[in-house]
């Protein structure tokens, strides 16, 4: 059952990512090309932090495409590579705080400051829970 969760709350952050990406685009504020999406740092708009946006969305796609090859690449390729989905996070969190119009609203940076309260959380509670799966093994 968890690794259903888990698949479809994946699809689902995909799924919403590139409704993100897809809305700026679209939208007038930003002059962003179909390129700058997957290519880092070389935007006119804000090269540095929507760069930080084309690395997470890249490593967040490796990791996709090496889920659906899973077992054609082995257990310990896939795994490599998906540890990039805990890595992208804090890179999207960098994107986050400078490539938007809202980024320096309050509500945004609460929001912000909330989803890294809460990530911090999880992963305190999945490293003590890693510590007790290992406790009086020999």
Known sequence: MFDAVHRNASLLAIAF?????GTSLLDGFAPIRLIDVAIPFGSAYRPLRLGFGAVAFD???AVALTS???RRLGYRGWRATHWL???????AV????G?????KTIWML???GACVIAVVVAVFARAADAGR???GRG
Do not use: E, Q
């Not at 989905?85 to 890179?91: E, G, K, Q």
């Not at 490539?99 to 980024?103: K, L, M, P, R, V």
């Open 17 to 21: 990512l590139f409704v993100h990406i």
């Open 59 to 61: 490593w967040l796609i």
């Open 68 to 70: 659906v090859f899973r």
């Open 85 to 91: 989905a805990y890595a992208s996070w804090p890179v």
């Open 94 to 97: 960098l994107h986050g705080l």
């Open 99 to 103: 490539a938007g119009s809202d980024t």
């Open 110 to 112: 609460g929001l912000t």
């Open 133 to 135: 799966s290992t406790w």
